[in-house]
C-alpha cells in the first residue's frame, strides 16, 4: 500500500510539473505576441496550403469523373496514337497524333465490322470567330459526323440537326449551341440565317437544347458543323482527333472493343497489337485513367506544399534559438535556484510546440474555409464540384504540425537545458 501511495505521489508530481511547465511556456510566449504569430504563420501557410491541395485535388478528381460518366456508361472512345507503356494514350499528354481518320469512324458504323454499334462520330475540334449582323464571338467548332445526336444524346430544340448527304456534300451548314445562339442572335430566330465561321458564310439549320459544361468545356458555347466541312474548310485537316462509339449495352462493350480494335487493324495493316496507332477504351476505363493522373498530380503537389512546412520549422529553430540567446541569464537563474534540466528542456519545447499547434489549427481553419470558397466558386459556374475534406489529411495535418514543433524546437531546447548555470549568469 505504501509502494502504490509512493507511486501515486510521483505521478501526480509529474503532472504537476508538466502543468507547470507549460504554463511557464505559455507565459514567454505571451512576453513576445508578434515573434510568436511570424513564428507559427510558415506553419499556418504550410498546413493551409496541404489541405487545400488535397480537397481541391479530390474536388477535381470529383468533377472529371462526374462528367465523363455524364457521357454515358455505353462509350467507347478511340484515340489516335498509342500509349507509354501501361500510362496514359499519347493523345492524353498534349501531343498531336494524325493516325485516325475520317474512314476509321465509317467502318466503325457499319454494323458487319461491330454488330453492337448504335452510332460512332468522328471528332475535329479547334477555336473560331463567330459572326453574324456585326455580333462577333469567339467559340469553338465541332467537326462532327451526322451521328452526333445519337452517340452524346444531343436534343434539337429548334430545326434539324444536319444530314448524312449533307455531310458528304461538304454543305455550310451549322448548328448552333444555346449560348452562342442567344449571343449572337439576340432573341430573334437564328433558323435560315448566315453566320461567319471564319469569314466562312454558313446557314443555321438548328440549335441544341441548353446541356451545360463537360471536362472545363461549356458544350453550349460551341457550334457544330460537318466533319468533312471543318476539315477541309475551316481546318485544313486530312486527320480526325477522336472517335467516340455507342454501344447497344454496357455488357457488350469488351466484344465491341475487340471488334473496333480488329476493325481498326486491319484498316491500318497492323499485325502486332503492340504497334497499334490507335487506343480504344471504355469511358469507365478513361475514368480509372484521368483518376489515377490527377492522384498522381495531388500527390506531387501535396509534396510541394510540404516543403513549406520544412521552411517554417527551420524558422521556427532560428526563433527558438534567438530566445535561448535573450533568455540566458534566466535560464542561469532557475539552474542555480535547482531547476532541473529536464524541467527546461520542457519549458522551450513546449514553447516550440505551442507555435506550431497554433499555427496547424489554424492553417486546417483556413484551408477548409478556402477550400469551401473554391467549391461554392465552381459549383456557381455550374460545374459538378464536390468538397471534399479528408478527415485523414486533417489528421496528418495536425500530426505533422506536432512533428514539426519536436523536431524543430528540440534542438534549441537542448542547447537551453544543456547551459552552464555560472556561465550563464555571466552572459551579458
Keep these: 500500500m505504501m509502494l502504490n501511495k509512493k507511486k501515486s505521489r510521483f505521478f501526480c508530481f509529474d503532472w504537476c510539473d508538466f502543468v507547470g511547465s507549460l504554463k511557464v511556456a505559455a507565459r514567454g510566449l505571451m512576453l513576445h505576441k508578434g515573434r510568436a504569430f511570424l513564428t507559427s504563420l510558415g506553419i499556418t501557410i504550410g498546413i493551409a496550403s496541404v489541405v487545400m491541395v488535397v480537397s481541391i485535388g479530390s474536388g477535381a478528381q470529383s468533377l472529371i469523373t462526374n462528367q465523363i460518366t455524364s457521357l454515358g456508361t455505353n462509350l467507347i472512345s478511340v484515340l489516335p496514337g498509342g500509349r507509354f507503356d501501361d500510362g496514359p494514350p499519347v493523345a492524353m499528354m498534349g501531343i498531336t497524333v494524325t493516325t485516325l481518320k475520317l474512314e476509321d469512324a465509317e467502318a466503325i458504323n457499319d454494323p458487319v465490322n461491330v454488330p453492337n454499334v448504335i452510332a460512332a462520330c468522328a471528332y475535329v475540334k479547334g477555336a473560331v470567330t463567330v459572326n453574324a449582323g456585326g455580333e462577333a464571338v469567339d467559340s469553338f467548332a465541332n467537326g462532327v459526323s451526322y451521328t452526333y445526336t445519337d452517340v452524346e444524346s444531343a436534343v434539337i430544340s429548334d430545326g434539324r440537326f444536319f444530314t448524312e448527304q449533307e455531310q458528304n456534300g461538304i454543305e455550310k451548314v ?9 449571343e449572337v442572335f439576340n432573341g430573334v430566330d437564328p433558323i435560315g440565317q448566315t453566320v461567319k465561321i471564319n469569314r466562312e458564310p454558313f446557314t443555321v439549320i438548328g440549335v441544341l437544347e441548353k446541356r451545360g459544361a463537360v471536362a472545363f468545356q461549356d458544350r453550349d458555347d460551341q457550334v457544330f458543323i460537318p466533319v468533312t466541312v471543318a476539315q477541309k474548310i475551316i481546318f485544313g485537316l486530312d486527320y480526325i482527333n477522336l472517335i467516340r462509339v455507342k454501344i447497344d449495352s454496357g455488357d457488350n462493350l469488351e466484344r465491341a472493343k475487340s471488334d473496333i480494335e480488329a476493325t481498326i487493324r486491319a484498316r491500318h495493316d497492323i499485325r502486332d497489337p503492340k504497334d497499334d496507332d490507335f487506343m480504344a477504351e471504355s469511358i469507365a476505363t478513361l475514368v480509372g485513367m484521368f483518376t ?41 537563474l532557475r539552474k ?47 460545374y459538378d464540384w464536390s468538397f471534399a475534406i479528408s478527415g485523414t489529411a486533417i489528421f496528418i495535418a495536425f500530426s505533422v504540425s506536432c512533428a514539426v514543433g519536436v523536431v524543430f524546437g528540440y534542438y534549441p531546447a537542448k542547447k537551453a537545458a544543456n547551459l552552464n548555470p555560472i556561465e550563464a549568469l555571466r552572459h551579458e
Aim: proline share 0%.
Design 336 to 382: 542555480a535556484l535547482g531547476a532541473q534540466k529536464r524541467r527546461i528542456l520542457e519549458q522551450f519545447l513546449f514553447e516550440a510546440i505551442v507555435v506550431t499547434l497554433l499555427g496547424g489549427v489554424a492553417g486546417i481553419i483556413i484551408g477548409v474555409a478556402v477550400s469551401a470558397l473554391v467549391a461554392l466558386a465552381v459549383r456557381s459556374l455550374g
Design 292 to 332: 489515377a493522373i490527377t492522384g498522381v498530380l495531388k500527390f506531387f503537389l501535396t509534396a510541394i506544399a510540404a516543403i513549406s512546412l520544412v521552411i517554417g520549422g527551420v524558422g521556427i529553430m532560428n526563433i527558438m534559438l534567438v530566445a535561448v540567446t535573450e533568455r540566458t541569464r534566466e535560464i542561469g
Design 174 to 182: 451549322v448548328v448552333l449551341g444555346a449560348t452562342v445562339a442567344e
